[in-house]
């Protein structure tokens, strides 16, 4: 039957070979491919002739150094798993010539656009390219003497335009890999370019570069989307040396005053780039203009000094304006590789300079493991190697093999051994022409760092302290190690976070419950070979996260539904310290009948709603899409002349926009709230996404009224949120009737002290809408402030201590933190000389009936006053700008520094 279990099941999966390509190198053709699967084994074919029968089954990649020189070549790659298809590519090497050339572009396409042009006749690009529709390839490539040169070219370009031309990948084994772009490689280019016939020579542009983006496409965009280039810039058709920058600006220009190309000629540009040594030194273009004979000229004829980053260039690119002529674009090793020859002129049988070689920085231990050495930057036109010999390990184990950098790291050797090197240097020609060797120069490795740092084990400079409900923070003593040093600080109960091996003796530990109590001890190790470790501090030091008392979010389960059909009631507690009410009294309703499913609607306002004094509110003018902000710290909603209530009504010129937000009385708000007959019109607009914030600062407690109507049956939303904590996120699900208007209220403490309470339209396409804060007074004396705390067990005095963590509440008033929760109070800082810091909580709002002072003593039995001598010794205090509700202090000793020094914060109550 259909669905019987003991059914075949029948599964095809394909398993061949993928996204095979081939492409021409100077060493023959290089092959890549993917693999759907983890073959057995790979077989290779050329020509259906096997020349690799036994690569491993993961093999991606082949280099075919014995491929023909010329004709067309098929290659098949054969896995030896299954049933797996093999894969096969053709490739034609019947191609320009590119001689040894490691990125060469002959533009061998057919005429037409660049754009998405690819072929076999390229060398070290990848992928096709992506240019710009007015970038044309057109027959008969460009000559020069006796330069190899392909079938085509770009010109054609149109007269009096400035465009981006196109860019295309530099394969990372064509430039990178070979180390061209290593600080201190040299790199050289070639290209044929001109002035187009029927050009204007003073109109004509042509930059083209080596970088790690794209041309900007703008009119005028000569610089690098994302990066940097290098290269030439073709102007007025004389060829100039030539940097781009990032994402904006222009080139900058090396000289050369004398025009080189005129309409309708081209020649031949040839740059050499000499990076920088190190990171940051600078890098030279040079540029030279040979004759038809290709011989290198003595002198280049424009210089450019710069500094970039080259090590990511993996771009060519160009952009042009008016008509200009491009072609043959090289890149490689040597001069005489980018005019492809294999020698022109006399052979080159000079080795570089200096010759013998000299060290920059000789060998000098960095560890107990590893020396380095920078020999002098040698200087040849052909190209520059180097290479460093350990003469001490004579098995070749140790030399650093010829490259192109002119620094070595000798990794992997024995602590406390003595090690001798040379450098020598070679040219890239064909002759590799050596200088002899430098002088010998000897270093010593390390003596193993066998010792943990001190202290040992760790200590704590501030043990854990909880800073917020779900974040504690701690920092560790300053260890020392002359090999550097690391913390690792470990959570050993409450389910905390590790911090993994750091720099920074503080780690904070983040993403925690609230009220919940966490242990920490730390360690640390120093940063030698052996990474020796101290013990762990003992004992565990612990913290509890704070209690809530402010924002938290609320849970009132699903989304309250606000609209007149459903009238919902009660009042829903929240897990934190807001009340929502979705109550009659604060529900409206505004239709032709003045009825909700019959009964009359009650008002939105009443003479007991606003008794508070309003200090915050946002309208929203649907007319302009746009949010219409008011604000104000007075009134009291219980006066028509009250300067806020006065300002929400129909007469005011705030509101006039508004046709239909007669909401607001224009007589007296404690009257008949609602007005019975507002001028409904088809003024109707959304302002989805609308957002804004309303300051709440120094708001202990208070009432959010959040107030919305709607026009039939169009949907209404908004969310409203109080720091981080999602107040309130409600809407009309079922979309409103007959113009309804909704109001709910929202009772909060403000005991964290945020500052903001922040709005967002969701859905909206209503008639009125907006916020209302309203704010009881604010007190500042210690006995409103103590009274807003429960969970005390009595201890309310000024002198009390509930928490057990030794700070008074007096004392936890000014330092702003709660009473009934254990805080850190000062934390110890640093020593130095005659003066030395530490810093405390701060509160922002103090009570305003107390007084705090900082105070000195040797002894712990006398304290002075700050300023006060004794015994020839003065100590005065300087408080530093509060930040992130804690401030710094610093203690200044003037006269006698005593062996030991004491400091207390007294915090005293005003009668």
Request: with cysteine; net charge negative.
């Amino acid at each position: 039957m259909p669905g019987d279990p003991c059914d075949p099941l029948t599964v095809t999966f394909d398993g061949s070979i993928a996204n095979m390509k081939a492409y021409r190198v100077p060493t023959g053709v290089d092959l890549t491919w993917e693999n759907k699967m983890t073959y057995s084994g790979i077989e290779l074919k050329r020509d259906g002739v096997v020349i690799a029968a036994s690569l491993p089954g993961g093999t991606t990649s082949y280099s075919d150094t014995s491929a023909p020189s010329s004709g067309s070549v098929v290659y098949t790659v054969v896995p030896t798993t299954g049933n797996a298809t093999p894969a096969t590519i053709e490739i034609n090497l019947d191609g320009p010539p590119s001689g040894n050339a490691l990125v060469y572009e002959p533009f061998d396409y057919a005429a037409g656009g660049l754009n998405l042009k690819s072929s076999d006749s390229e060398v070290g690009l990848d992928g096709s390219w992506n240019a710009h529709s007015t970038a044309l390839v057109t027959a008969g490539g460009l000559t020069y003497g006796d330069l190899p040169v392909g079938g085509a070219k770009l010109s054609d370009f149109t007269a009096g335009q400035n465009r981006f031309g196109g860019t295309r990948s530099i394969r990372a084994s064509a430039l990178a890999d070979n180390g061209l772009l290593d600080d201190g490689a040299t790199l050289w280019f070639s290209m044929l370019a001109g002035v187009d016939t029927e050009g204007n020579r003073s109109n004509s542009r042509l930059a083209v570069a080596l970088s790690d983006g794209p041309f900007g496409s703008g009119y005028t965009d000569f610089f690098i989307h994302g990066g940097t280039g290098v290269g030439i810039y073709l102007n007025a058709g004389i060829p100039k040396a030539a940097t781009f920058p990032a994402d904006s600006g222009g080139a900058t220009l090396a000289a050369n005053s004398s025009p080189q190309y005129e309409v309708g000629t081209h020649g031949l540009i040839v740059g050499k780039i000499t990076w920088g040594a190190t990171p940051g030194a600078p890098d030279t273009i040079e540029l030279f203009t040979p004759g038809t004979d290709l011989v290198q000229p003595a002198s280049p004829i424009s210089t450019l000094t710069t500094t970039v980053d080259q090590t990511g260039y993996d771009t060519l690119t160009f952009r042009r304006g008016d008509r200009v002529l491009l072609d043959e674009i090289r890149f490689a090793a040597s001069y005489n590789d980018v005019i492809g020859a294999e020698l022109v002129g006399p052979p080159d049988e000079t080795a570089p300079t200096p010759n013998p070689m000299s060290w920059s920085s000789p060998p000098a231990a960095v560890s107990d493991t590893e020396i380095v050495m920078t020999a002098n930057l040698a200087t040849d036109d052909s190209g520059v190697q180097y290479y460093f010999t350990n003469t001490t390990i004579i098995d070749g184990t140790h030399d650093s093999g010829w490259q192109a950098s002119p620094t070595y790291n000798d990794t992997g050797l024995d602590p406390s051994t003595s090690y001798t090197y040379t450098v020598k240097a070679r040219d890239m020609s064909s002759n590799n022409n050596e200088t002899g060797d430098s002088a010998s120069e000897s270093a010593t490795t390390d003596t193993p760092d066998m010792t943990a740092p001190t202290p040992d084990p760790m200590t704590w400079a501030s043990p854990p302290a909880a800073i917020s409900t779900s974040q504690i923070t701690m920092t560790a003593n300053l260890a020392s190690d002359s090999s550097g040093v690391e913390y690792y600080f470990t959570c050993t109960s409450g389910g905390g976070n590790d911090s993994g091996w750091q720099d920074s003796q503080t780690y904070t530990d983040s993403g925690l419950s609230p009220s919940t109590s966490y242990s920490y001890v730390v360690k640390a190790r120093d940063k030698s070979s052996n990474l020796n470790e101290t013990a762990n501090s003992t004992p565990s030091a612990s913290a509890t996260t704070l209690t809530p008392t402010g924002v938290s979010t609320l849970e009132i389960g699903e989304t309250i539904m606000l609209e007149s059909d459903n009238s919902p009631a009660g009042t829903g507690q929240s897990s934190g310290q807001f009340n929502l009410s979705v109550e009659a009294s604060y529900l409206g309703y505004q239709g032709s009948a003045n009825q909700v499913d019959g009964v009359a609607g009650p008002t939105i306002v009443n003479d007991t709603t606003f008794n508070n004094p309003v200090v915050a509110y946002r309208f929203w003018n649907a007319v302009s899409n746009a949010p219409n902000t008011l604000e104000s710290d007075t009134g009291t909603g219980a006066a028509a002349n009250d300067s806020i209530i006065s300002d929400l009504t129909t007469s005011d010129a705030a509101m006039n926009s508004r046709s239909s937000a007669n909401i607001w009385t224009t007589t007296a708000p404690n009257g008949n709230a609602f007005d019975t007959t507002p001028n409904y019109s088809a003024m109707i607009n959304d302002i989805s996404g609308a957002s804004g914030s309303i300051d709440i600062t120094g708001m202990a407690s208070g009432s959010v009224y959040i107030i919305y109507g709607a026009y039939r049956d169009l949907p209404v939303g908004m969310t409203a949120t109080m720091g981080s904590e999602v107040i309130a996120d409600f809407h009309n699900g079922d979309s409103a009737n007959n113009n309804e208007h909704y109001m709910a209220r929202i009772d909060f403490v403000n005991g964290t002290g945020e500052s903001s309470l922040t709005w967002t339209m969701g859905e909206f396409n209503g008639r009125f809408s907006g916020i209302v804060v309203t704010s009881a007074p604010v007190t500042t004396d210690y006995p409103s402030w103590i009274a807003g705390f429960t969970g005390l067990g009595g201890e309310t005095g000024f002198d009390d201590d509930p928490d057990d963590d030794g700070h008074k509440n007096g004392l936890e008033n000014y330092f702003g933190t709660n009473p009934g929760v254990f805080s850190q109070g000062i934390i110890v800082g640093q020593l130095s000389g005659s003066t030395f810091t530490f810093s405390h909580p701060l509160s922002d709002t103090p009570a305003d009936d107390i007084t705090a002072s900082y105070k000195w003593s040797t002894n712990l039995a006398t304290f002075h006053n700050g300023g006060d001598m004794v015994n020839g010794t003065t100590v005065n205090f300087i408080q530093g700008s509060p930040s992130g509700g804690t401030v710094g202090v610093t203690a200044n000793i003037s006269g006698t520094v005593p062996e030991r020094i004491f400091v207390i914060l007294e915090v005293l109550q005003q009668p």
